[in-house]
């Protein structure tokens, strides 16, 4: 029963890449996923959430209109749009059933992903 994340890379500012939190052992159908962040010297931080059941999605402010998260059966996404460098991070898919005025708590997480690094730069 894990998380692999994947699609992280080099990127050119206004760039796009497209990220991928596979499962394997369970299905993602009655788990919440949301995606962290974490910079060098920062701490982690909460970007994005996809709700079990009705998949309502919920961002941090900074990347509002930017990223959009989805999920299928066995893998959620992360398609992140005019990437700054302040995007900069490593990704962490995270699976769970938080009530929805915790999902930005990574204490409520039962497992996580690796980790996929991002690099927006020129």
């Known amino acids: 029963v894990q998380l692999q994340a994947s699609g992280g890379g080099l990127v050119e500012p206004g760039g796009a890449l497209k990220l991928a939190c596979v499962a394997s052992?369970?299905?993602?159908?009655?788990?919440?996923i949301s995606w962290f962040r974490q910079a060098p010297g920062k701490e982690r931080e909460w970007v994005s959430t996809?709700?079990?059941?009705?998949?309502v999605t919920y961002y941090t402010d900074s990347v509002k209109g930017r990223f959009t998260v989805s999920k299928d059966s066995h893998t959620a996404y992360l398609q992140m749009n005019n990437l700054k460098p302040e995007d900069s991070a490593i990704y962490y898919c995270?699976?769970?059933?938080?009530?929805?005025?915790?999902?930005?708590?990574?204490?409520?997480?039962?497992?996580w992903g690796q980790g996929t690094q991002v690099t927006v730069s020129s």
């Open positions: 995270a699976r769970g059933r938080p009530i929805l005025s915790a999902i930005r708590n990574e204490n409520v997480y039962y497992s």
């Open positions: 052992g369970f299905t993602l159908d009655s788990y919440t």
């Open positions: 996809i709700r079990h059941g009705a998949k």
